[in-house]
């Protein structure tokens, strides 16, 4: 039986890599995508998951736009990181798909109280939809299997010294989401940073003779060029897709479930703080300790068996 799937995408080239993923793959039924702004500005996330859609020879799945911008803060889109238009230019062909008339919050409520089964929500991007959904209709809560949320980190940052981007976007939405009633599974920078696909790899894709593969191997070898002066560099990373593939292959990652806050405050605003301490801290003896959400998170992943199930799925292999 596949897993009902919603995935919420700032698309973005590692959320693009994720949606062609997720509807190829055929143990993942993708019942809808949510766009919220994020790597890019809004508009520009849906046009580029519409095109996407295209790019996967995807069915007609329902798009949404939903929030232009987080809960308290102005948008910061990582354009140095994904290009301008998000894609890294790529410059996929125009779409004929259009967004859904109704914005994200109502399409997520409408998917999952629909749905005859529990859904899984995939969160590849800053949470802004998600809390705004599980506050306007608390309802939904008990109609989720559990939030897979790409964000935060258990050790280093990437938006700033300690603080992942999506949660660094908007860290009162990433708290609202961690503190709601619905599991959730963190798929952190710890595993993020390490599931790659080899250069020389993504090098044939990019030259070869098919179309999917020139697509996955130009995004794959978007370079980012941080500076003028500074040479460019080869990641590969797959980023968002392996949150989608933990799905298929949740034995390829090894979980605990800790205790999880979002920092909101100081230099630290949009840090996970995880606790990993294995015996009780002075706070928890002496009273006073605050209340922490737990929260599955991925430690440690077999990176070069997430590569090959993303290449595999694609026909890439
Ligand atoms: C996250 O931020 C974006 O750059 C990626 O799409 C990913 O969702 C990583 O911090
Ligand atoms: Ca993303």
Known sequence: MSIPVILDVDTGIDDALAILFAVRHPAIDVLGVSCVAGNAPLA???????????????????????????????????????????????????????????????????????????????????????????????????????????????????????????VWHDPEAAAIVLDSDVRTYMYGLDVFNRVAID????????????????????????????????????????????????????????????????ELAGYGRGQTLVDLRRFPGEEMLHGGADEWANVEIALDVDAPRIARLFLDTLGLG
């Open 44 to 166: 520009q996330v849906v046009d580029n998951t519409l095109r996407i859609l295209d790019a996967a020879g995807a069915p007609e799945i329902p798009v949404a736009a939903g929030a232009a911008r987080p809960l308290l803060e102005n948008p910061r889109a990582s354009s140095h990181v994904h290009g301008a238009d998000g894609l890294g230019g790529i410059s996929l062909p125009p779409t004929r798909r259009r967004a859904e008339s109704v914005g994200a919050v109502e399409l997520l409520r409408r998917l999952i109280l629909d749905h005859d089964a529990p859904v899984t929500l995939v969160a590849l991007a800053p949470q802004t939809n998600l809390a705004l959904l599980l506050r306007t209709y608390p309802e939904v809560a008990g109609r989720i299997e559990r939030i897979v949320v790409m964000g935060g980190s258990a050790s280093v940052g990437n938006a700033t010294a300690v603080a992942e981007f999506n």
């Open 199 to 262: 250069h020389d790899v993504a090098v044939s894709l990019e030259r070869g003779d098919d179309a999917l593969g020139r697509v996955v191997g130009t995004l794959l070898g978007h370079r980012i060029q941080l500076s003028a002066d500074e040479s460019a560099e080869y990641t590969g990373l797959i980023g968002d897709a392996g949150a989608v593939c933990s799905l298929v292959d949740p034995l390829a990652l090894r979980t605990e479930v800790r205790p999880v806050r979002v």
